[in-house]
């Protein structure tokens, strides 16, 4: 087992070639320069639409159980989502929906970058920081940045090569990880 702190990396986008994942790929590269070990999500598009009758005990689905334990196995969250339609996409709000009925996320230290051009992505910004509200998740303010990356700047093999995207997405794994070590560790018993 690592003894690194481990930050869940969550991405909003399921398109191939995503500048979102880019964006996670690039802090999961940048990870060990700040002692965290950066785990990226992979399960979004096998998680099954909502349902509240399945939010139970005897009747979770699989990948439902995957994510709240990748959650709850966390020291935090950073999640890079793309806006569609002033909002975020439907399939990542799934996600969250699916966090609600959990008690993994509650307390949590979570941060989001928006990677859209300056002036967009308010709505996904927005419509992030009502619904992680009400999943009881711990916003680390410093760690929710805009670090715009257009697709034309990835570098081959995907990543982004900019050294003060780099730095920023250092910076805010740092911060997310020194938030989830001041996190107080429930009483056993
Ligand atoms: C269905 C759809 C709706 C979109 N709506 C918005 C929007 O409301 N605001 C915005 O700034 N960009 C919008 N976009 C552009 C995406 O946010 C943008 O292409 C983003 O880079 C996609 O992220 P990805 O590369 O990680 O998949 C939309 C794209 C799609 C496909």
């Not at 002692?35 to 999500?41: G, H, K, L, S």
């Not at 196995?73 to 959990?102: M, Q, R």
Request: a negative charge; glycine letters at 12%; aromatic letters at 4%.
């Amino acid at each position: 087992m690592s003894a690194l702190p481990e930050i869940l990396l969550l991405s909003g986008s399921l398109r191939t070639g995503s500048t979102n994942e880019a964006v996670l790929r690039t802090a999961q590269a940048v990870a060990p320069s700040v002692q965290v070990r950066a785990v990226m999500y992979g399960g979004l598009a096998e998680l099954p639409h909502f349902n509240p009758d399945d939010d139970t005990d005897l009747s979770l689905p699989a990948p439902v159980s995957e994510l709240r334990t990748a959650i709850d196995s966390a020291a935090g969250i950073l999640i890079c989502s793309p806006e569609y339609a002033g909002t975020l996409p439907g399939s990542f709000k799934n996600l969250l929906d699916w966090t609600v009925g959990g008690t993994e996320i509650c307390d949590k230290p979570v941060a989001w970058i928006n990677a859209a051009a300056p002036g967009r992505g308010q709505g996904m910004e927005a419509t992030l920081r009502a619904v992680l509200g009400y999943t009881g998740a711990d916003i680390v303010e410093p760690a929710c940045v805009r670090v715009p990356v257009d697709r034309g700047g990835l570098a081959e093999g995907g990543l982004v090569a900019d050294p003060e995207v780099r730095r920023q997405l250092a910076e805010v794994l740092g911060l997310l990880a020194a938030s989830g070590a001041r996190t107080p560790v429930p009483e056993q018993g």
